[in-house]
């Protein structure tokens, strides 16, 4: 417009001018830009080079043909005729009163009006064409009436920019908080992973110490089976001892006996080699009275009858003298039994005193066995205690990460917003979860996501951060709206991060979510789904809003998600759960919950208010569950309209 106006202005020293330059009075050098961008482009004006030059204070103004100012509150117009004047300049201004300036222009309706003040330009040596002229406002009323409804628009326009201003400044911080949040999760993913590792090195150092608690328990075993033996032997030891000691008394007593006998025999032997010497002095002497015949023959019977007794007598000593030899061969076989024994006893005492050895032997090596039994024992207890330490410090690791999660998801007061009743049934297998819910507000539109994300515990948790990431970038940062392009587009950024590429054993972690928009203002629900269905009960009545069959992730099936969309009516209850609570085992025959089942409690609980439905399904939960181990993460997200 600048450039225009100066283009219908003649000047009296025109031919003077070398350089045609155009300042501008301002501290916001929008304005300038613009001229300067147009002064690139044109070139010339009136056939004379064109310079755009920035003026901050009036006292600076010099050496320019033309001078622009638009900001009344700042730039008093008479303080600038005073610098200017007599020195042919043109003084274009915007949003100034009515025939105060040179050549003042208005813009209303997206077009721009000016008036022109023909005195002051005939004061300055200045003059326009009648052409341009003729287009200018000439009443003071229709130019007030422009002015007016300017002021209105700019003050529109103010407002508009103090809201810019405003969203800037909110959008900063969005990506302030989106930058801790991506910070936060960058040390959840090292958490996370660095858990991970953990837990498998803990698992393979729990399977060690498993193996060597069974070695060191059937090491026991064998040890207490060898302490019997060892004791048993010891018994029978002792009780051959015994035994030995009753026979080495019996020898004694034998051998004593023997004593006794020899003792005897010995007497009995003197006895009869005195008998002998006797009789061999009888047989002398009855030889020498033979010899005298006759001088003993009156003493012949008496020394006949004699001689007769000696007979017998001789008779009964050598009949006791073999008697005697009899029992002499009996006591020396006695004796040689006795001596047969005592060797057997002495090597039996021989096999036992090697037996004895042999058992110190093994209560040494068992004495060893133990001590490194028990020394691998102090290990395993040493390892036990090294893991309760890691565990702990895992556990503490994960329940911080818990306190992360939970500061992610909906806050119980903002979820409320827009809403009349409404219930969250949300109870993690582990510590964290893999489901997760989501929600925000566009205008009219409330949107909310229930997910269940591969797996639970903490590589379900670290997915749901990924969903929870991502629905925020999508929806509040790229502002997309609609279900099924919010689904397109994380399934994008899921795969991308995954890098998933769909090839043969690559894990196809993933998730399958219900995300649906209520408007509230036209009663309108729309609907897109991965895997998740949505429940409708009006009338007492149920509908099925299917989802595709397909999850957040590679898939062989990769088509774009479907939009449903629902009129909504007063009343109508609207169900979004994961799988968990249909897939939960129990009842009498130990089985599936199942989703038929969970819809029909849907239908059965429909005249209790919502707070009262979420205890219905946490008594059923339970009394389904009974002992039985929960298998996964369990969420049932209700909405009564």
Same mark, same amino acid.
């Given at each position: 417009?600048?450039?225009?106006?100066?283009?219908?202005?003649?000047?009296?020293?025109? #031919?003077?001018?070398?350089?045609?330059?155009?300042?501008?009075?301002?501290?916001?050098?929008?304005?300038?830009?613009?001229?300067?961008?147009?002064?690139?482009?044109?070139?010339?004006?009136?056939?004379?080079?064109?310079?755009?030059?920035?003026?901050?204070?009036?006292?600076?103004?010099?050496?320019?043909?033309? &001078?622009?100012?638009?900001?009344?509150?700042?730039?008093?117009?008479?303080?600038?005729?005073?610098?200017?004047?007599?020195?042919?300049?043109?003084?274009?201004?915007?949003?100034?009163?009515?025939?105060?300036?040179?050549?003042?222009?208005? &813009?209303?309706?997206?077009?721009?009006?000016?008036?022109? #003040?023909?005195?002051?330009?005939?004061?300055?040596?200045?003059?326009?064409?009648?052409?341009?002229?003729?287009?200018?406002?000439?009443?003071?009323?229709?130019?007030?009436?422009?002015?007016?409804?300017?002021?209105?628009?700019?003050?529109?326009?103010?407002?508009?920019?103090?809201?810019?201003?405003?969203?800037?400044?909110?959008?900063?911080?969005?990506?302030?908080?989106?930058?801790?949040?991506?910070?936060?999760?960058?040390?959840?993913?090292?958490?996370?992973?660095?858990?991970?590792?953990?837990?498998?090195?803990?698992?393979?150092?729990?399977?060690?110490?498993? *193996?060597?608690?069974?070695?060191?328990?059937?090491?026991?075993?064998?040890?207490?089976?060898?302490?019997?033996?060892?004791?048993?032997?010891?018994?029978? $030891?002792?009780?051959?001892?015994?035994?030995?000691? #009753?026979?080495?008394?019996?020898?004694?007593?034998?051998?004593?006996?023997?004593?006794?006998?020899?003792?005897?025999?010995?007497?009995?032997?003197?006895? +009869?080699?005195?008998?002998?010497?006797?009789?061999?002095?009888?047989?002398?002497?009855?030889?020498?009275?033979?010899?005298?015949?006759?001088?003993?023959?009156?003493?012949?019977?008496?020394?006949?009858?004699?001689?007769?007794?000696?007979?017998?007598?001789?008779?009964?000593?050598?009949?006791?003298?073999?008697?005697?030899? &009899?029992?002499?061969?009996? %006591?020396?076989?006695?004796?040689?039994?006795?001596?047969?024994?005592?060797?057997?006893?002495?090597?039996?005492?021989?096999?036992?005193?090697?037996?004895?050895?042999?058992?110190?032997?093994?209560?040494?090596? +068992?004495?060893?066995?133990?001590?490194?039994?028990?020394?691998?024992?102090?290990?395993?207890?040493?390892?036990?205690? !090294?893991? +309760?330490?890691?565990?702990?410090?895992?556990?503490?690791?994960? &329940?911080?990460?818990?306190?992360?999660?939970?500061?992610?998801?909906?806050?119980?007061?903002?979820?409320?917003?827009?809403?009349?009743?409404?219930?969250?049934?949300?109870?993690?297998?582990?510590?964290?979860?893999?489901?997760? @819910?989501?929600?925000?507000?566009?205008?009219?539109?409330?949107?909310?996501?229930?997910?269940?994300?591969?797996?639970?515990?903490?590589?379900?948790?670290?997915?749901?951060?990924?969903?929870?990431?991502?629905?925020?970038? %999508?929806?509040?940062?790229?502002?997309?709206?609609?279900?099924?392009?919010?689904?397109?587009?994380?399934?994008?950024? %899921?795969?991308?991060?995954?890098?998933?590429?769909?090839?043969?054993?690559?894990?196809?972690?993933?998730?399958? %979510?219900?995300?649906?928009? $209520?408007?509230?203002?036209?009663?309108?629900?729309? @609907?897109?789904?991965?895997?998740? !269905?949505?429940?409708?009960?009006? #009338?007492?009545?149920?509908?099925?809003?299917?989802?595709?069959?397909?999850?957040?992730? *590679?898939?062989?099936?990769?088509?774009?998600?479907?939009?449903?969309?629902?009129?909504?009516?007063?009343?109508?209850?609207?169900?979004?759960?994961?799988?968990?609570?249909?897939?939960?085992?129990?009842?009498?025959?130990?089985?599936?919950?199942?989703?038929?089942?969970?819809?029909?409690? @849907?239908?059965?609980?429909?005249?209790?208010?919502?707070?009262?439905?979420?205890?219905?399904?946490?008594?059923?939960?339970?009394?389904?569950?009974?002992?039985?181990?929960?298998?996964?993460?369990?969420?049932?997200?209700?909405?009564?309209?």
């Amino acid at each position: 417009m600048i450039y225009q106006i100066s283009s219908y202005v003649k000047w009296s020293n025109i #031919n003077e001018i070398k350089v045609f330059i155009i300042g501008v009075l301002n501290n916001d050098s929008n304005v300038y830009r613009q001229l300067v961008n147009v002064a690139d482009t044109a070139k010339f004006i009136q056939k004379k080079p064109l310079s755009i030059v920035l003026f901050n204070n009036i006292e600076d103004i010099k050496d320019v043909q033309v &001078v622009f100012v638009y900001k009344p509150e700042s730039y008093p117009l008479n303080k600038i005729f005073d610098v200017i004047k007599g020195k042919k300049v043109l003084l274009i201004s915007e949003n100034y009163g009515f025939h105060q300036s040179m050549i003042n222009f208005i &813009v209303y309706k997206n077009e721009k009006h000016f008036d022109i #003040n023909d005195k002051r330009l005939i004061d300055a040596g200045l003059s326009v064409s009648q052409t341009f002229a003729a287009l200018s406002i000439k009443s003071e009323s229709v130019w007030n009436s422009y002015q007016k409804t300017d002021s209105m628009l700019v003050q529109e326009k103010l407002l508009v920019e103090s809201q810019k201003q405003l969203i800037n400044k909110q959008k900063s911080e969005i990506d302030e908080q989106q930058k801790k949040i991506n910070t936060q999760k960058e040390e959840l993913t090292k958490l996370f992973k660095d858990i991970i590792t953990t837990q498998k090195t803990l698992a393979e150092k729990q399977k060690l110490v498993n *193996i060597q608690i069974q070695s060191i328990k059937q090491q026991e075993k064998e040890i207490v089976k060898q302490k019997e033996e060892v004791n048993k032997q010891q018994a029978e $030891i002792t009780k051959q001892t015994e035994i030995l000691d #009753n026979q080495k008394k019996a020898i004694i007593t034998q051998e004593d006996k023997i004593g006794a006998q020899k003792k005897v025999l010995n007497e009995q032997l003197a006895k +009869i080699e005195q008998q002998r010497l006797i009789m061999y002095l009888f047989i002398v002497v009855i030889l020498m009275v033979s010899g005298l015949g006759y001088f003993i023959y009156r003493n012949y019977r008496i020394k006949k009858q004699a001689n007769k007794l000696l007979q017998e007598k001789n008779v009964k000593i050598q009949a006791q003298h073999d008697e005697l030899l &009899v029992k002499n061969v009996e %006591i020396m076989q006695q004796k040689e039994e006795i001596t047969s024994q005592r060797d057997e006893i002495e090597k039996h005492r021989d096999d036992l005193v090697v037996k004895n050895v042999e058992i110190t032997k093994q209560k040494e090596e +068992i004495t060893t066995q133990r001590d490194e039994i028990e020394k691998q024992r102090d290990i395993a207890t040493t390892q036990r205690d !090294h893991i +309760i330490k890691q565990n702990k410090l895992i556990t503490d690791s994960i &329940v911080y990460a818990k306190r992360i999660q939970t500061a992610i998801l909906p806050m119980e007061d903002f979820f409320k917003q827009m809403l009349n009743e409404y219930f969250i049934l949300y109870r993690p297998k582990d510590i964290v979860s893999g489901d997760f @819910f989501w929600e925000t507000i566009k205008g009219n539109k409330k949107i909310i996501a229930v997910a269940d994300c591969t797996g639970h515990g903490v590589p379900g948790a670290f997915m749901s951060m990924l969903g929870i990431s991502y629905l925020n970038e %999508i929806v509040i940062k790229e502002n997309i709206e609609r279900p099924d392009e919010i689904l397109n587009h994380l399934r994008e950024h %899921i795969v991308r991060s995954l890098k998933q590429q769909g090839k043969d054993g690559e894990v196809k972690d993933g998730m399958d %979510i219900s995300l649906f928009s $209520i408007d509230f203002k036209t009663n309108k629900l729309q @609907f897109a789904g991965a895997n998740n !269905h949505l429940t409708l009960i009006r #009338n007492n009545e149920i509908s099925i809003i299917e989802a595709d069959k397909m999850p957040i992730s *590679i898939y062989l099936k990769m088509e774009l998600f479907n939009l449903k969309e629902v009129d909504l009516v007063k009343g109508d209850t609207i169900y979004a759960n994961s799988d968990g609570f249909g897939d939960q085992f129990g009842g009498p025959a130990r089985k599936k919950f199942m989703s038929k089942r969970l819809r029909q409690t @849907f239908l059965e609980m429909q005249a209790l208010s919502m707070a009262d439905q979420k205890t219905k399904l946490e008594q059923a939960f339970e009394e389904w569950r009974g002992d039985t181990e929960q298998i996964d993460d369990v969420l049932v997200v209700g909405i009564r309209i």
